[in-house]
């Protein structure tokens, strides 16, 4: 049996030792190597690893609906009518990775498009965005060539008096709504007649407001309903928030970034009231309940679920 002094004395040598280990544990370089097996983890490198899952439907007006899945060779669009028991792909992925390679001057790959979503146009194109510029395709021939058509008609007619923002079109595709300082606003894509939504959108308390953290834009944050009578949102409250600020480097002067942006520990944090339109009247409903504390920094609670009224 030890006594007590030796046992005393290798416990203490033992915990030098571990100290010791610990401390250089403590103090060893992380590596470039390091980083890279840790980016390794994150869900745009595992995602694309499973195969079949995290399906998302996007609904369509015809009771169809389309949604993109991984597969062992990239992504697929697949359509899919419930009614008839049929799924297919939703276009010539071959053809249209040819003819936007042409239009965008640019190679891509069929399995592996340069987009994640698409819209369908009423003549039965459709609209993707590649590198910030849109394009309609032919999914039958893949002919692709720049957006401008009955949907970006009333932009191109617009043009020399004001740039007009980004738009969501109804299901029915005889409408469009965007935002126009702070309040949401409709127009006819046929006439180019525009509506005004709602009245009492102001500076950090807008509607559709894209704004809910590292993501933030100038398009409406909205759905429509099935029938395009109807549009669901929220109005904003930023008011009191904190700013976040980035400087964005170019040549020349740098450019000043600002936006509200709650921090831990912040008394006044972003909060949403949810609304529905009703874009007949027009006639903003707003639910009687308390405000909605926003949940995400990444995207805005209607536009994580695009698609679900």
Same mark, same amino acid.
């Given at each position: 049996?030890?006594?007590?002094?030796?046992?005393?004395?290798?416990?203490?040598?033992?915990?030098?030792?571990?100290?010791?280990v610990?401390?250089?544990?403590?103090?060893?370089?992380?590596?470039?190597?390091?980083?890279?097996?840790?980016?390794?983890?994150?869900?745009? =490198?595992?995602?694309p690893?499973?195969?079949?899952? &995290?399906?998302?439907?996007?609904w369509?007006?015809?009771?169809?609906?389309?949604?993109?899945?991984?597969?062992?060779?990239?992504?697929?669009?697949?359509?899919?009518?419930?009614?008839r028991?049929?799924?297919?792909?939703?276009?010539?992925?071959?053809?249209?990775?040819?003819?936007?390679s042409?239009?965008?001057?640019?190679?891509?790959?069929?399995?592996?498009?340069?987009?994640?979503?698409?819209e369908?146009?009423?003549? &039965?194109?459709?609209?993707?965005?590649?590198?910030?510029?849109?394009?309609?395709?032919?999914?039958?021939? &893949?002919?692709?060539?720049?957006?401008?058509?009955?949907?970006?008609?009333?932009?191109?007619?617009?043009?020399?008096?004001?740039?007009?923002?980004?738009?969501?079109?109804?299901?029915?595709?005889?409408?469009?709504?965007?935002?126009?300082? =702070?309040?949401?606003?409709?127009?006819?894509?046929?006439?180019?007649?525009?509506?005004?939504?709602?009245?009492?959108?102001?500076?950090?308390?807008?509607?559709?407001?894209?704004?809910?953290?590292?993501?933030?834009?100038?398009?409406?944050?909205?759905?429509?309903?099935?029938?395009?009578?109807?549009?669901?949102?929220?109005?904003?409250?930023?008011?009191?928030?904190?700013e976040?600020?980035?400087?964005?480097?170019?040549?020349?002067?740098?450019?000043?970034?600002?936006?509200? =942006?709650?921090?831990?520990?912040?008394?006044? *944090?972003?909060? *949403?009231?949810?609304?529905?339109?009703?874009?007949?009247?027009?006639?903003?409903?707003?639910?009687?309940?308390?405000?909605?504390?926003?949940?995400?920094t990444?995207?805005?609670?209607?536009?994580?679920?695009? &698609?679900?009224?």
């Open positions: 049996m030890l006594s007590t002094y030796t046992y005393r004395a290798i416990t203490a040598t033992t915990a030098i030792a571990l100290l010791s610990s401390a250089a544990a403590q103090q060893r370089t992380v590596t470039a190597a390091d980083y890279s097996r840790a980016e390794r983890q994150l869900a745009s =490198y595992t995602t690893l499973v195969f079949g899952a &995290g399906v998302r439907p996007t369509l007006p015809n009771d169809r609906f389309w949604y993109r899945v991984a597969t062992p060779a990239g992504f697929d669009f697949i359509a899919v009518d419930p009614a028991g049929t799924r297919t792909r939703a276009f010539d992925q071959t053809r249209l990775a040819a003819g936007l042409t239009a965008a001057g640019a190679q891509y790959d069929p399995n592996r498009l340069p987009f994640t979503s698409f369908y146009a009423p003549d &039965g194109s459709i609209f993707v965005r590649v590198a910030d510029k849109s394009f309609s395709c032919n999914p039958e021939t &893949g002919r692709c060539g720049a957006a401008v058509s009955d949907r970006e008609a009333p932009r191109v007619a617009a043009a020399g008096r004001r740039a007009a923002p980004p738009d969501l079109r109804s299901p029915d595709g005889k409408r469009t709504a965007f935002i126009r300082e =702070y309040n949401l606003w409709m127009r006819d894509i046929a006439t180019g007649k525009e509506m005004q939504l709602t009245t009492d959108g102001v500076k950090r308390f807008g509607y559709a407001t894209d704004n809910a953290g590292w993501v933030h834009s100038d398009r409406p944050i909205l759905a429509w309903s099935p029938d395009s009578k109807k549009i669901a949102t929220f109005q904003q409250d930023e008011r009191g928030v904190g976040m600020y980035l400087v964005k480097t170019k040549a020349g002067h740098p450019e000043l970034l600002a936006w509200p =942006y709650p921090l831990p520990g912040d008394s006044i *944090i972003t909060t *949403i009231q949810r609304v529905v339109i009703d874009v007949e009247t027009p006639r903003v409903i707003r639910f009687q309940m308390p405000a909605d504390e926003h949940r995400t990444l995207c805005d609670d209607i536009s994580c679920n695009v &698609g679900e009224f």
